[in-house]
């Protein structure tokens, strides 16, 4: 029985609708354990440049920091490319300010949703990874020079004409400290690590997987393989199910995931928790968030679906508050729900009942104050 400080930063378009439900969600958590979270709510993205004239403030970073973990909703609306500042700006601050380098994104295919794949459902049986998506460097990062860290990609008039650049720079111990992770994740999983890079063609990759052949020599009972991020993406669907660890580079991560949630059935079932070396009282500092965006497309009418961040949330006490059976007390009720029947829109099967944003948490609400362990 404890008591736990969450900063809640639900951002734009879906985000509060998914939100809200992760904290219904985690209200019954607290019922039933005899927990009491305190949720602290502050505003990023396009909400916190509207009231607060920039992406996220300096206020909401300190409430994060003050906090055993933060659960975000998404940020964004329909992309402004040319706007000067953006509202992804939030996330940058928070995954680099608080040093969340390594991004993991669970993928598991649940047997009653084989059928809502676009996938073939012999193909999909039984896939169970996780990608852990470097998070602070790589291209996202892209720095001009070395000697100006941090400095962001830029269009440029030259002499020749207008340019643009990114730069995809890793440094010898970033790499090494994801690897890590994923080795020491993958020794407690099916032992077997994918490192993903472009090593053909950039020497970022080529650095990654020096590095990597060298951590992995640290992990002899961990089966090790590399693979070229196009192949990734093709073996991805077309044999899902070899998959243990996967780690990667930032962008290539991110792409690959999106890639990777029709396995589950739906970008709605994503969750991700973002982590970095600093504790708290209680356990890991993290950021948790769904792997979708704002949805601006369904946003404001009851269409999201709130699992990816439901289970986010169950992340969040797994790591973060070290609640390890009130995490699994939230995964087998959304487990149950999706048995029972219930869908939203993503998902909508003939002959399963389709359910709106809230209903939906509704009834995974209460499958938690029924679930036995
Ligand atoms: P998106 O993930 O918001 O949406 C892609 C598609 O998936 C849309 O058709 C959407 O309706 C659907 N979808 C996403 N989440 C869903 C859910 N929970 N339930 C049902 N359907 C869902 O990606 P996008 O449209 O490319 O981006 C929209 C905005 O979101 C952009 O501004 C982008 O920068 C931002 N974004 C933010 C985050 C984040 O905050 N972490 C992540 C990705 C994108
Ligand atoms: C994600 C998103 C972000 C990313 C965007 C919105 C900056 O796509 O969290 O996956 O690329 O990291
Ligand atoms: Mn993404």
């Not at 000697?147 to 643009?164: H, L, V, Y």
């Not at 965006?293 to 070290?322: F, V």
Request: charged share 20%.
């Amino acid at each position: 029985m404890g008591t736990y400080t969450i900063t809640v930063l639900p951002g734009d378009g879906i985000g509060a609708e998914v939100t809200t439900q992760a904290i219904e969600v985690l209200k019954v958590i607290g019922e039933r354990y005899g927990h009491t979270f305190t949720f602290h709510q502050a505003l990023v993205g396009l909400a916190a440049i509207a009231a607060e004239g920039e992406p996220i403030s300096d206020a909401t970073i300190q409430l994060c920091q003050q906090s055993d973990a933060i659960l975000l909703g998404a940020v964004g609306g329909i992309p402004q490319p040319d706007a000067k500042v953006k509202p992804e700006q939030a996330l940058f601050r928070l995954r680099k300010g608080l040093q969340f380098f390594a991004n993991l994104r669970p993928v598991r295919t649940q047997k009653a949703l084989l059928d809502a794949s676009t996938i073939k459902p012999e193909v999909l049986q039984g896939t169970d990874l996780l990608v852990v998506r470097e998070l602070t460097g790589g291209l996202y990062y892209g720095h001009l020079e070395p000697s100006t860290p941090g400095k962001p990609s830029e269009i440029r008039q030259t002499a020749n004409g207008i340019e643009a650049i990114d730069t995809l720079l890793y440094t010898e111990a970033e790499i090494e400290r994801i690897l890590r992770v994923a080795f020491d994740i993958a020794k407690g999983r099916h032992k077997k690590v994918t490192s993903v890079d472009k090593a053909n063609v950039l020497s970022s990759s080529v650095l990654w997987r020096r590095v990597a052949n060298r951590v992995a020599a640290d992990y002899p009972d961990v089966t090790f393989e590399h693979l070229l991020v196009d192949a990734c993406a093709m073996h991805l669907i077309r044999r899902p199910t070899s998959f243990d660890v996967i780690v990667t580079e930032n962008l290539f991560g991110d792409i690959l995931t999106d890639e990777a949630s029709m396995l589950a059935g739906s970008m709605g079932m994503l969750p991700s928790a973002s982590l970095g070396t600093r504790r708290t009282k209680h356990g890991i500092f993290g950021l948790y968030e769904p792997i979708h965006g704002s949805a601006p497309d369904i946003a404001g009418q009851d269409k999201a679906n709130p699992i990816a961040t439901i289970l986010s949330a169950a992340m969040l006490l797994r790591y973060s508050l070290e609640l390890s059976q009130e995490a699994d007390a939230i995964e087998t009720a959304v487990e149950q729900c999706i048995n029972a029947g219930y869908r939203t829109e993503d998902l909508r099967e003939e002959g399963k009942e389709v359910l709106g944003t809230k209903a939906m948490g509704q009834r995974i609400a209460s499958a938690v104050a029924r679930v036995t362990i």
